[in-house]
Nanobody, 126 residues
Framework: VQLQASGGGLVQAGGSLRLSCVASGDSFTNSKYTISWFRQTPGKERDFVAGANWSGGSTWYADSVRGRFTVSRDNAKNTVYLHMNRLKPEETAVYYC??????????????????WGQGTLVTVSS
């Protein structure tokens, strides 16, 4: 499974961005995967942000982003999106997408995810 994250960039506080994660590989197309987003700043752990189960019908969010971020997926395009609104400077980080081979579980612990994208940098200016 290969994951390619994109969409990061520079945005002012209060602004919006949409991140994309495109999945590929025979293993991905032949199985079912939850895909989640995490973020990490230098010297800190990688934190769960949001995730969507295989169908996209079930989602989960970190408390800090609930109500501002929306995760969605288009399985026809093998793509998961993270729509981020009302961004805050403290949310400046590298955002990663990750895949867990499960239909339903949306885990917040990085250990459940064997597949990771390369990360995309989001910078929120004050």
């Amino acid at each position: 499974v290969q994951l390619q994250a994109s969409g990061g960039g520079l945005v002012q506080a209060g602004g919006s961005l949409r991140l994309s994660c495109v999945a590929s590989g025979d293993s991905f197309t032949n199985s079912k995967y939850t895909i989640s987003w995490f973020r990490q700043t230098p010297g800190k752990e990688r934190d769960f942000v949001a995730g969507a189960n295989w169908s996209g019908g079930s989602t989960w969010y970190a408390d800090s982003v609930r109500g501002r971020f929306t995760v969605s997926r288009d399985n026809a395009k093998n793509t998961v999106y993270l729509h981020m609104n009302r961004l805050k400077p403290e949310e400046t980080a590298v955002y990663y997408c990750a895949a867990d081979r499960t239909e339903e579980r949306i885990a917040s612990n990085t250990g459940w995810y064997p597949y990771w994208g390369q990360g995309t940098l989001v910078t929120v200016s004050s």
